[in-house]
């Protein structure tokens, strides 16, 4: 079953990484609240079993599969949201298609054919993320593999392109040739703000610009928006400086409806 609607506006939030039972059923609890009070959401709970390519050696990486799963399932369970993790090699996707209705292809991964080919035999909607290093118009190929491969259901996330040293842009005409592609195009909001590397080990960056590029991706003509958020982000064990703090999370979610519903009384 498709979980794309045209007439609501997707929104994917949940911690970089899968911490704890807690930190999940926090997240967890803001974001049912959200689907429950606002029809215009398709809301989304999203979380890593895995950081696979982590800065440094030393750097947590995660519960790992087995254990991420069950707290993914924890959350369908317990909540009812629809889930979304990363994949990171086909051997992983058969155990993650049983849990999770969206299986994300990590930006750095976007043309690695057999991670695809494997997502796509799935049955569930691919999430795939525009590597750092593509042009927008590069996606046509990607898009393809998963076309060809039988993917259910195909998404497309910008995430912000390597400009210089440790830093990221985003392009705003990325939307408009994404959505040329005919499938749903995701801003990610959170990993758009990182400065890759630049945390001395770790990769820091610039939570303030989130709302600026969000609102900004939703009138060049996303359709849904990707946020990383934490109860205590300065304290997370991954991507802290760009994850949006959960009390904050409402308010953010209105400005994204707000900007999405101009949008769409414009086209």
Not at 115 to 138: C, E, I, M, Y
Request: charged share 20%; net charge negative; hydrophobic share 40%.
């Amino acid at each position: 079953m498709s979980l794309f609607r045209p007439d609501r506006l997707v929104f994917i939030a949940g911690p970089c990484m899968l911490e704890s039972e807690t930190v999940c059923r926090t997240v967890a609890e803001t974001l049912q609240k959200l689907a429950q009070e606002d029809d215009r959401l398709t809301v989304i709970f999203k979380g890593s079993f895995d950081k696979a390519n982590r800065t440094s050696l030393d750097s947590p990486r995660g519960p790992g599969l087995a254990a991420g799963l069950n707290l993914l399932d924890m959350v369908r369970k317990d909540y009812g949201l629809p889930l979304l993790t990363d994949v990171h090699t086909p051997g992983q996707v058969p155990e993650t298609a049983v849990v999770c209705d969206i299986l994300q292809i990590p930006a750095f991964l976007c043309r690695q054919t057999d991670l695809l080919a494997a997502a796509a035999g799935s049955g569930r909607t691919v999430n795939v993320k525009k590597g750092q290093f593509l042009a927008p118009a590069d996606m046509a190929h990607v898009v393809a593999k998963l076309e060809r491969s039988g993917a259910a259901e195909i998404w497309q996330t910008e995430r912000g392109t390597t400009f210089g040293y440790q830093n990221l842009v985003v392009d705003m005409r990325s939307f408009p040739i994404l959505r040329e592609f005919g499938h749903p195009v995701i801003f990610d909001a959170t990993h758009s703000v990182q400065l890759p590397g630049a945390g001395d080990g770790c990769t820091s960056g610039e939570r303030r610009y989130i709302p600026v590029l969000m609102r900004a991706a939703l009138a060049a003509g996303a359709d849904g928006v990707f946020v990383e958020t934490h109860p205590d982000p300065d304290h997370a064990l991954s991507d802290g400086p760009n994850q949006v703090p959960i009390a904050r999370l409402p308010a953010l979610a209105e400005q994204a409806l707000a900007a999405w519903e101009l949008r769409r009384k414009l086209e």
